[in-house]
């Protein structure tokens, strides 16, 4: 049974994240978790604007919502920014699919600082597990040329200094693992964002996410679990709805489903294979399509 884990978190760089300097986030309050059933619509109630609390050495705490990420619906990764939050917005409904549902709150307290001046912090997250990743997730170019010692300190650190920067970008990796990348989120700042390109504003101080998540696999259609012995390209075959028979082109669907399967394993595979793996599933793609409409064309004709 699918589990809803909900958890409220704090994002600084003096008491949570720093990427590999110390832990994750720091819970504000102890997370909740509970039972649902696949199926089942989860509408959250509205958020607190701020959250107070005390942390280990009994000192005060408040901050402002920043970001809400609601991970393992069955329609991919829902966001909630504290614009939504200004504006009245309800959250967004989730459906529960067999997987567990994660939900992020986090809160920034006032004021975006690090030492040595102002800076640009950055993150990653796992929106389908609501967890930080450790691992390497941006390239950092400088006027267009990749600069390999900035890259392996913000990755590092999670900050990049931004006094009297100028033609500095941040891009962040199209996949981790079994991730891909989402957006970047602003949890402070008005950096100009493009796709997974985020320019570095000269003197700002500011927090973004680049958000992850697991891919939502396609539903097949209510039923097709329950054809017995019939294989998925017999599904997708019109002729064997109609009538279950065996027909000339099966062979060709299931030479389709390879090249789909090539080109779903390329985003998985090393950037520097991807584009040869993409370009052979395009190849199988269309060798199989020609084929498929061969064999129509040649049933037509006997028909005749």
Not at 124 to 151: E, P, W
Not at 199 to 226: D, E, F, H, Q
Not at 242 to 247: R, S, T
Request: with cysteine.
């Amino acid at each position: 049974m699918p589990t809803l884990t909900i958890r409220e978190a704090s994002l600084s760089w003096a008491s949570g994240r720093r990427r590999h300097h110390n832990g994750g986030y720091v819970d504000i309050y102890n997370p909740q978790q509970s039972s649902v059933s696949s199926g089942d619509s989860i509408t959250l109630p509205p958020l607190a604007a701020t959250a107070s609390w005390l942390d280990s050495g009994n000192n005060q705490h408040t901050a402002n919502f920043a970001f809400m990420s609601i991970g393992g619906g069955t329609n991919g990764p829902v966001f909630y920014t504290s614009n939504d939050l200004q504006h009245g917005h309800a959250v967004p409904a989730v459906t529960v699919g067999t997987g567990d549902v994660n939900v992020i709150s986090i809160y920034l307290e006032p004021g975006v600082s690090g030492p040595g001046g102002p800076g640009l912090y950055v993150d990653a997250l796992d929106v389908t597990s609501g967890q930080f990743i450790d691992d390497d997730f941006v390239t950092v170019k400088v006027n267009g040329v990749d600069n390999l010692s900035l890259s392996a300190s913000i990755n590092y650190d999670g900050c990049v200094a931004t006094q009297g920067v100028t033609g500095e970008h941040l891009f962040a990796f199209d996949h981790i693992n079994t991730m891909d990348f989402n957006e970047w989120q602003s949890l402070s700042g008005t950096e100009s964002t493009s796709g997974d390109d985020l320019t570095v504003g000269t003197g700002s101080s500011a927090y973004y996410l680049a958000l992850y998540a697991v891919p939502v696999s396609a539903t097949p259609p209510p039923g097709i679990g329950n054809l017995g012995n019939y294989s998925i390209w017999q599904w997708v075959d019109y002729g064997t709805m109609v009538d279950g028979g065996p027909h000339p082109w099966n062979p060709f669907i299931e030479q389709l489903a390879s090249g789909v399967a090539m080109a779903v394993n390329a985003k998985a595979s090393s950037p520097k294979l991807r584009k040869q793996i993409a370009e052979l599933a395009a190849k199988q793609v269309g060798l199989a399509a020609e084929s498929i409409q061969k064999s129509i064309l040649e049933n037509v004709k006997q028909e005749k």
